[in-house]
């Protein structure tokens, strides 16, 4: 099965740097903390790369 990203909502500090990095997964919600909408929507290597981007390493995969 194809691992899921999901972010950590707790720790997340509303930079947007995985939104600018792959917006084909991630977004900013009502209340502008990221969230994946698309789990699929890009590649695990650019969604690796988002993760391993954020300041405070908040986006994890579920498998
Ligand atoms: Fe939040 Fe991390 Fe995305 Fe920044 S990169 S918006 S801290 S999940």
């Known amino acids: 099965m194809a691992k899921t990203p999901y972010v950590d909502q707790d720790a997340c500090i509303s930079c947007g740097l995985c939104v600018e990095m792959a917006p084909e997964v ?3 919600d009502a209340e502008d903390l990221a969230e994946v909408y698309a789990p699929t929507g890009a590649s695990e290597q650019s969604i ?3 993760m391993d981007a954020c300041p405070v390493s908040c986006i994890h995969w579920q498998e």
């Open 48 to 50: 690796q790369e988002a």
């Open 26 to 28: 991630f977004r900013m």
